[in-house]
Structure formats: C-alpha cells, structure tokens
C-alpha cells in the first residue's frame, strides 16, 4: 500500500468523510484481531460475521480510518475517520483498482480448475530471476499469498502492491459465476491464462460448459493491447472468443508442436522431470523439480506468462529450477528408508484426482492409493467417481483404499477397499502399511475433497509409523 490522506481515500471510494481528512493512512486491515499501525479498517460483512462489530477493536490496533456501511459508535477521543459507503466489499474492490491502476505494475492473472497456486508459484520464481537480473529485489515481484484467489483475496492482494513492485501474478478462483469477471476488472492484467477447466466446483457452475464459461470471464478484465493464454490441450476457444475479441492469443500445449510454448522430449521421474522447452525466443532444456506431467503442463503456463513480461530463457530455466513444495499438494516426505507419503490432501476433482494418480504410478515399489470423496459435484458425482475409478484401475496401483460413501465406487472398481470413518480406516492402514514397509519400499499418496480432511490420514500415518 502507499500512503494516502482519510480524504483522498474517501474520494476514491466516493464515500461520506466523517471525521478529520488530514489523516494519513499506509496499511489494510480486514481482520481486527491483528495489529495494523496507521491502517484502514474495512469493515466487511459475511454469513457468519459483521466487521462494524469489531470497529473498536481495530482501532485499538493501531486503524486510523473505518470504512463502515453505517456511522459507527467510536470513542470521542480516537483520532479516527469514518468513511461511509454503500458496500464496503465492493470498496475494498474499488481501492485495490485504484491502486493497481496507480502503480501500475505489470500483471499475469491466472485461472483454471487445477494448478492456478502452482503456476503462480512458477511465474513468481521465473519473474524474480527477472527482477534479479534487472537489479531489482524481491519487493520487486508481488504474488498472491497461498490461496487468497476470491473477491476479497484478490482486492487485498493487489493493496500489498507498493511502487517498488514491477511484476504482479495474481492468481482468480471463483466459486459463482461473475466472480473471476469481478476480480479480473481489478487486477486489469497484461496477460492472463485459463490453465485448463474440469468437473470441479459443479454445484456452483451447473456443468462442464458453465465452469469453462466461468473462467473465460478471465479475458474481460484484460487490457485492450494485452494476451489472452490458452490451454490448446483444453480449451473452449469459441465460447471465449467473445472475451477476447482481437487481442493477441498465445498458446501452450503438451501435444501440439504448433503451440507457441510446447515440450517434447518429457522425461517424468519420480519427483521431477526434464524436458526439451519450445517458445518463440528459441529452445532450452529444462529440469523441473516437481513430479507428473500436468506439472510441464504448468511450467509452459508459467513460460509464457513470464516471458511475455519480460523473462529471457535463462530466467525460466533458473525459476523453473526452484522447488517450492506446499503442504497438502503433492508434497513428498520420505518417513523413513522405506516409506514415502505423497500428501495431496489439500483438495480434489476429477482432473487433479487423475494427475495424483499418475503421479503415484511413476513412483517404484508397493504403491498404495488413498482417496476421499469429491465433493460439489452435484449430479455428475457418480460419474465423476467412476470415471476416477476407471483411470486408478488402469494404473495397475498396488493398493486403492477409499474413504466415504461417494468414492466407494472406486474402490470397488480398482478391487480396493472402502472405508466410511477415519477410526476404521487408520485401525487397517497403519499395521498394513508397517508390514508392507518390511518387504519393500513403499509410497502411499492420500487425496480427497477439502471436506474430507484427508491431511488426518497423513497425520495419523506420522504419528504412528
Ligand atoms: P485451488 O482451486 O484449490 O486454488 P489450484 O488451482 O490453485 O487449486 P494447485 O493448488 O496448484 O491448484 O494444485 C492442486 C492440485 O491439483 C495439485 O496437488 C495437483 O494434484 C493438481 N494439479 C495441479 N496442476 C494440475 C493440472 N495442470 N492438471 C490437473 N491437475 C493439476
Ligand atoms: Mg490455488
């Protein structure tokens, strides 16, 4: 954030300044619980919450300015404005526009069903080689923090931005229609993508078709001269075409040699890969430390992304090269000499279901699949269950346990075994996995919707083995 006067931040949020407008303002706070010197303090509404609850409480934390949907009841002595608006979402909205647009930083937006965290993390690495080779620090590349992808994420992503940043990867998740069209109008990127799209989040989204004309509301919030990126591997170019009007189309592909970034020559090992990198600006060999194919998949995502900001090959060879590993997705932990636990426990759908899967079937040894069910998926879940089961079979893995009603129907497929409480599960999997563990080296990869906490199969595994 800069610093800016409680006037000029009510002029930028067309709201009524109650209160001194001399005061200057240099820190965001949405969350009165924490320490925010000099901040501002929205006050957000929610299901479960109401931030104009908590006003006194931010202001004890160090907030000198409220935005509040009504004049709150504040201490006659704070030296504290209030600045009323109608919506004080939509104002967080309006300030982190304000800002970008201010700043003006470029920016890569990133959606997609799976990898959006992990194509932002690679864009990240490959723009801070940049940054580097530029004489600039990390200040210099701004990225979105874990998951913060949604309409209040992303507005309070983009007010971390300070002039010191050149690059911003942001990265847009939705749970409805009209978010990503939301939060890309603020974000206002040089460049966004649409890494692929899947049977995820269906009950938010009605079908397969409505998640793909979902994400394409990516492309509304480009800049007039900016890129639009796609997935020439899954891709709904005809509906998303309206979106993108005459801007510039780049593509990436793990198939088609025509696409502007392409890879040949994949070589998948058990926690990375190696392969031959194809972009406009010529070839280049790469190692990346990150296990399965949909992980090249991400790395050209992440290519072309960077590069069109101004990342040279040798920048993406060196960011490529980092391994930033991130608990609950495909985060590798070797237990002991003969156990190693794959813990993808973070979330699922068909597509990641299916990338976890190959995974686990390029490790050595007695291979032992554990998943949980998928949740949002409305009607198409049966399906969806089976259409995993089908590819698990076909991975002739050792083992497939289940865990839930829905994804019983894996386990039956495969010839697994289906639990339906974790007490049973673990009372089975860990004398299981400590006899196996005896013969042979052993990988077990855990992996299930967010609802299903599958990250307590990881955890009981650890304390136990
Ligand atoms: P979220 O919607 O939770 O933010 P995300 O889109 O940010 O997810 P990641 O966190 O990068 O996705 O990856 C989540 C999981 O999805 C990974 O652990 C992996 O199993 C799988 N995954 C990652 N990239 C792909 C891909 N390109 N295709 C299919 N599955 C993928
Ligand atoms: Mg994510």
Known sequence: ???????????????????????????????????????????????????????????????????????????????????????????????AKWLKFTLSPQTAAITGSSGKTTVKEMTAAILQQTAHRLGLNNDAVLFTQGNFNNDIGVPLTLLRLTEQTKFAVIELGANHLKEIAYTTKIANPDIAVINNFAHAHLEGFGSLQGVAKAKGEIFLGLKENGTAVINLDCQDLPLWQKNIADREIQSFSIKDPQADYFADDILLLAQGTTFNLHTPAGDMEIYLPYAGMHNVSNALAATALAMKLGANLNDVKQGLHQRMQVKGRLYFEDINDHLTLIDDTYNANVSSMKAAISVLKQQSGFRILVLGDMGELGENSTTCHQQVGEFAKNAQLDCVFTLGEKSQSIAKICGGKAFFNLEDMMAFLIPFVQSKCQQQKVTLLAKGSRSMHMENVISSLKDNL
């Open 1 to 95: 954030m800069i610093k800016i006067t409680t006037e000029k931040l009510s002029e930028i949020l067309d709201g009524e300044l109650v209160g001194n407008g001399d005061i200057t303002l240099s820190n965001i706070s949405t969350d009165s619980r924490k320490p925010c010197q000099d901040g501002i303090f929205f006050a957000l509404k929610g299901e479960n919450f109401n931030g104009h609850r908590y006003v006194n409480d931010a202001i004890e934390q160090g907030c000198r300015a409220l935005v509040v949907e009504k004049l709150c009841k504040i201490s006659e002595d704070a030296q504290v404005a209030q600045i009323i608006v109608k919506n004080s979402k939509l104002a967080l909205g309006k300030l």
